[in-house]
């Protein structure tokens, strides 16, 4: 996503800009090329050489600098994105107004690409009818926001927005602008993640290894291209990727019943959760001593979900389906995708080494109705979601 990429990142005058520090990190580390550009308030909080240090290239806080004459227009043209970040009230004002009376404000009126902004200030300056204005101007303009959020203020606890994102927060939202253009923008997107767990009584349960990362990473990559995300999640330890509405679920019937109430508005469902294939017919309503003994417990199978959603899908909806099998996968695969009615389906051995479960990688082969097969090698889950969803965006252009 980074690779290349060449990023401006401006820094305004306050305390959010430690948060900057760590931004330019991030953004370097992803193979992004990082110009910073400081306003004179914002030097006084992190001086250059830090950020020089962190980016490895030369900071801006001047249009007077030596041998940089027309640094800011060069750079408001080459950029692939300006990130304000942290953007005061103050710079809000002056980009609202198209004021020019430093380094950062010259380069924004100079700028005509995206412009990503994280607002930082005080929570009364933000709930300020000026401030509220300048935003509406701004993004009349065709520039984007993240945050602010509600947490801790230099001043101390407060209940409403002024809270500069976090640097992972305002990434995630930089590849979303990075992404305009895809197919997937503006259309919604279900995708399931993890394990069911069935009860065999209130503290015991038949679940499976699913982790869910492969999911998750469909889901924020879905999200950066711009659809709007619903992620059903069985019980993981995963943070929600930015951006998306997470629907909590614990047994099939629960991933059932969540798909059925979303598939209706979805352009596309991406089957990655591994539910329960079989659950115990009668669970105990206590649990069961050790001391009894052996334990034999009835089990009966689970409702066949993707089945169950041929009669609500959404005209013209892509439906993708994923199957882990232990040898012979790709003819189990094809069985599958044509029993279910699927348009692509997802195909990996789970006793193959690094594309099993709860790890970070997979290894995988995409299969579509019309008898072809993409293999992806062994690439990090992140990777492998961007194939798929490579995939998904060519049936709905093609």
């Not at 990503?116 to 009818?129: G, I, R, T, W």
């Not at 305002?170 to 069935?198: D, K, Q, W």
């Not at 998306?244 to 991933?255: I, Q």
Request: proline residues 6%; charged residues 25%.
């Amino acid at each position: 996503m980074w690779a290349g990429r060449h990023v401006v990142l401006g820094v305004s005058g306050g305390i959010a800009c430690y948060k900057s520090c760590s931004l330019a990190r991030r953004l370097t580390e992803a193979g992004a090329r990082v110009d910073v550009v400081l306003t004179r308030a914002a030097a006084e909080f992190v001086r250059p050489l830090t950020f020089e240090a962190l980016t490895g290239r030369p900071v801006l806080t001047s249009l007077w600098e030596r041998d940089r004459a027309l640094a800011h227009v060069r750079l408001a043209d080459a950029a692939d994105l300006v990130v304000l970040a942290p953007a005061t009230a103050q710079l809000l004002a002056r980009a609202a107004q198209g004021l020019a009376d430093d380094v950062l404000t010259t380069l924004l009126l100079a700028r005509t690409g995206p412009v990503l902004v994280a607002p930082a200030m005080n929570d009364a300056m933000y709930a300020h009818e000026a401030t509220a204005r300048n935003v509406e101007a701004l993004v009349g303009r065709g520039w984007a926001f993240v945050g602010p959020e509600i947490g801790p203020l230099a001043e101390g606890p407060s209940d409403r927005p002024g809270r500069m994102s976090e640097p992972e927060t305002i990434m995630a939202h930089a590849a979303r602008v990075l992404r305009r253009g895809s197919a997937l923008a503006g259309r919604t997107v279900v995708v399931t993640a993890g394990p069911t767990r069935e009860p065999i009584d209130p503290v015991r349960v038949v679940t499976n290894r699913s982790s869910g990362k492969m999911g998750y990473r469909l889901a924020e990559a879905a999200w950066e291209r711009g659809a709007d995300v619903v992620l059903v999640s069985g019980p993981v330890t995963l943070q929600a990727p930015v951006g998306v509405r997470l629907r909590s679920v614990e047994t099939t019937e629960d991933l059932e019943r969540a798909v059925a109430a979303e598939l209706p508005g979805a352009d596309v469902l991406i089957m990655a959760a591994a539910p329960a294939d079989y659950r115990p017919s009668s669970p105990s309503t206590a649990k069961r001593p050790r001391t009894d003994g052996a334990l034999a417990i009835p089990m009966e199978p689970t409702a066949d979900i993707l089945r169950a959603t041929v009669a609500v899908r959404k005209a013209g909806s892509v439906i993708v389906g994923f199957a882990l099998e232990t040898g012979d996968a790709i003819q189990k695969a094809r069985t599958k995708l044509e029993g279910k009615a699927l348009d692509l389906i997802v195909v990996n051995d789970a006793l193959e080494p690094g594309a099993g479960f709860d790890v970070d990688t997979n290894r995988v082969a995409i299969l579509d109705r019309e008898g072809n097969a993409r293999v992806v090698p062994l690439a990090s889950k992140r990777e492998v979601a961007d194939a798929i969803l490579d995939a998904v965006e060519a049936r709905i252009v093609g």
